[in-house]
């Protein structure tokens, strides 16, 4: 289990800057499927580049088992 700390960049009117989110996941399909269903599929069109965001995060190894879900999220 990981927990991912995700970049999120969503342009203005929707957001001003975009946000942060931070994920238990197994892998980066996993973290993608969470952050997709807690956003509700508001943000489709960048999906893409939220695919990218999650390859490119920091990743840190969490010790137990604790069940996989978005810990915070932050959007401006």
Known sequence: MNLYIVD???PFPQS???GVW???ASDDEECFDLITD???NQ???YYGKLRSNIANSAKYTVVGNPEPK???S???
Do not use: R, S
Request: hydrophobic fraction near 50%.
């Open 16 to 18: 001003e800057y975009g």
């Open 70 to 72: 978005v810990v915070t």
């Open 8 to 10: 999120h960049f969503i």
């Open 74 to 76: 932050f959007l401006t």
């Open 22 to 24: 931070n994920v238990l």
């Open 38 to 40: 807690a956003d509700d």
């Open 43 to 45: 943000f489709p069109e």
